[in-house]
């Protein structure tokens, strides 16, 4: 496609259930981040990938977050056992290098009961 | 680690004026890249500009511009000739090799363009 697609863009939840949230970056860019972002809030960073290079997970705020990037393209985010301060926008992004733009996704909307 | 901070919550601005947001950063190294994003009601994020830190000239994109002073550690956004449509959230943000070239974003900025 022409941008990052994320999916659901909307997805609801009671506490407690897992979730998944699947990023489709832009063909051939080998960055991938994934932000969350709270209501009224800025980008919270969570999880970032380059290239075949271990990812960056510095900001997973729980062990109960996790992602993988499967063939170097799709992102999924999963989320465990959700919380209800899981509730936020969850954002994916890719680049193509370095010091480029990040094109990102329209977020997926989690909101856990 | 790499910080931005964005001291100005929400900021009013008259249609057609220009205005200034600001940003600061820190970082230790020598190489790094400074981003303005626009976030409008929608929450899609728009790229708006770049500016490498070895750029000898400011940054310009149309009605945006950004204001780069190595020595202070800013980069300020400059909107001029102002627009409703301009009214959203704004964010600065720094990305860096040391950093692992991980994208850091300040707080944000709520800009509001009255008519």
């Known amino acids: 496609g022409a941008g990052v697609s994320q999916s659901p863009s909307n997805k609801v939840t009671e506490k407690g259930k897992d979730v998944e949230l699947r990023c489709d970056p832009i063909?051939?860019?080998?960055?991938l981040y994934w932000y969350r972002q709270s209501l009224g809030q800025g980008l919270e960073f969570l999880i970032y990938f380059q290239g075949n290079s271990a990812p960056d997970k510095s900001g997973l705020p729980s062990d109960r977050f996790s992602a993988e990037r499967t063939g170097g393209s799709v992102s999924t985010l999963t989320i465990q056992r959700t919380q209800q301060e899981d509730s936020a926008v969850y954002l994916c992004a890719s680049r193509e290098g370095v010091n480029e733009k990040l094109f990102f996704g329209s977020g997926t909307q989690l909101s856990v009961l | 680690a790499q910080k931005i901070t964005q001291t100005q919550p929400g900021m009013f601005v008259q249609e057609k004026e220009a205005v200034t947001l600001d940003c600061t950063y820190d970082?230790?190294?020598?190489?790094?890249?400074l981003f303005w994003y626009k976030q409008p009601s929608s929450g899609e994020m728009i790229f708006l500009i770049y500016?490498?830190?070895?750029?000898?000239q400011n940054a310009t994109e149309g009605r945006y511009s950004l204001n780069f002073q190595k020595a202070r550690k800013s980069a300020n956004l400059v909107i001029s000739a102002s627009q409703l449509g301009d009214s959203a959230m704004y964010f600065c943000a720094m990305s860096s090799p040391r950093a692992g070239n991980m994208l850091t974003f300040g707080g944000g900025t709520r800009l509001m363009v009255k008519p």
């Open positions: 500016q490498g830190s070895y750029d000898q």
């Open positions: 063909s051939g860019h080998t960055a």
């Open positions: 970082t230790s190294d020598p190489s790094y890249g």
